[in-house]
Structure formats: structure tokens, C-alpha cells
């Protein structure tokens, strides 16, 4: 089955530690997305990265990072600046690289706790 | 500064009856408007959308109304079933270069 595949479903984060939060696809898709979901604020851009090897912060970057080494993949990086973590994340991805009207394909997101 | 105001924030609706969810924009540049529907636990998923050149598209129960002069567009789903309750964001695209931009979301619930 083609899809994005985020891993973990819940991932708990201690006081001062750094977290990465996973995404794959295999939709062969150019461009992917991170997205910060928290209840009632809709959905924020962290960061997207259009190809290979090159990413652009989002709106709400401060905090995170990311790499875009491989197509298939595009980790999120989840850093102890980032004060205020808790909330699901939904990876995305879309067909073409700079395109107006596609589609964006989503993952089943990861749900990120403070313990 | 929020740039896609969608309301409301919930709403109930009985079986069979129209849910209606309002978005309203500022920046003329936007020039692809799609809906996405989220089932909880769930990532979203491409709804319906559409271009401003249109004012309406329909697919099914799911109806996009287009008002340009205004900024403003709304999903209306009709027969509304049990099935459809989720989350709805509208969202909005400026040209080639920019990015989605959603709106805060809508709970919608049918009760049957």
C-alpha cells in the first residue's frame, strides 16, 4: 500500500531531551511537510522541504529541526528549546515540488506528551 | 494575524439535515481553496476544492460556494450522516510559492 508512514503513534518526552518523530513515504512524492496540530489552533507549518536536500522553516520552526537526505524520508526533530512540545504532529507530502492546487497526502500523526 | 477565519468551532446537526461551515479570507493572492476532513486519531484527507474562477462545485452530498467580491467560501453537506462527523479545515493557497494555510477547524457532530 503507497501512504506516509509516521512512527511512533505516542512518543513521551522527559524534561531537556531531544525527540525525533519519523516519516516515510513511498508515494515517490517531491515535496513533504511537518505540521503542528494542537486542539483548536488548526494545523501550523513547521517546516517543508520541496527536494531533496533542502528544507524551508515554516511559521513555528523555533524549536525543531529537520533533515531531507533521502525522498522517502523527512525526520522531525523535536529539541529541549522547544518549550512547549505537546501536541500532534501530522507529516504530509505532495506530488509535485512548488505546485499550486495538489493534493496533500497526511499520516496518521504522532501524538507527543511531556512527562 | 490569522489569515482563513473558518467558523464555527462546532456544531451539531441532526441526521438528514444541511451542516454548513463558513471561512472567510483577506489576501486576494489565494487562489486555491480546499477542504480537508479529519476523523480523530486520524490525519487529514483531501475533501473537495476549489478554484476562485468557479463559484460553486459539488461532488456528492459536498458543495463548495464560492463567493470572490466577498472572500468568503463554505461547505455545505447535505443528508448529513452520522459518518461525517470529523473536524473540517478549509484552507487557502497563494500562487507557486506559498504554502497551505489552514483555518482553526470545525467539530462537527450528527446525531442520529
Known amino acids: 500500500d503507497g501512504g506516509i508512514t509516521q512512527s511512533p503513534k505516542y512518543l513521551f518526552r522527559k524534561e531537556g531531551q531531544n525527540v525525533t518523530l519519523s516519516c516515510e513515504q513511498n508515494?515517490?512524492?517531491?515535496?513533504m511537510y511537518w505540521y503542528r496540530q494542537d486542539p483548536g489552533q488548526g494545523l501550523r507549518l513547521i517546516y517543508y522541504?520541496?527536494?531533496?536536500?533542502?528544507?524551508q522553516k515554516g511559521d513555528i520552526a523555533e524549536g525543531y529541526s529537520v533533515s531531507r537526505e533521502k525522498k522517502e524520508s523527512f525526520p522531525l526533530t523535536v529539541t529541549s528549546a522547544q518549550k512547549n512540545p505537546t501536541a500532534f504532529y501530522l507529516c504530509?507530502?505532495?506530488?509535485?515540488?512548488?505546485?499550486?492546487?495538489?493534493?496533500?497526502?497526511f499520516g496518521s500523526g504522532t501524538q507527543l506528551s511531556v512527562l | 494575524q490569522q489569515q482563513v477565519k473558518q467558523s464555527p468551532q462546532s456544531l451539531i446537526v441532526q441526521k438528514g439535515g444541511i451542516s454548513i461551515i463558513n471561512c472567510a479570507y483577506e489576501?486576494?493572492?489565494?487562489?486555491?481553496f480546499p477542504w480537508y476532513q479529519q476523523f480523530p486519531g486520524k490525519g487529514p484527507a483531501l475533501l473537495i476544492a476549489i478554484r476562485p474562477d468557479v463559484s460553486e462545485k459539488k461532488e456528492g452530498r459536498f458543495t463548495i460556494s464560492f463567493n470572490k467580491s466577498a472572500k468568503q467560501f463554505s461547505l455545505h453537506i447535505m443528508d448529513s450522516q452520522p459518518g461525517d462527523s470529523a473536524t473540517y479545515f478549509c484552507?487557502?493557497?497563494?500562487?507557486?510559492?506559498?504554502?497551505?494555510?489552514f483555518g482553526k477547524g470545525t467539530k462537527l457532530s450528527v446525531k442520529p
Open positions: 522541504s520541496q527536494i531533496v536536500n533542502d528544507f
Open positions: 504530509a507530502s505532495q506530488d509535485k515540488a512548488y505546485s499550486t492546487n495538489e493534493k496533500l497526502f
Open positions: 508515494l515517490n512524492h517531491d515535496a
Open positions: 489576501n486576494t493572492a489565494f487562489d486555491y
Open positions: 484552507a487557502a493557497h497563494e500562487g507557486s510559492q506559498g504554502n497551505l494555510i
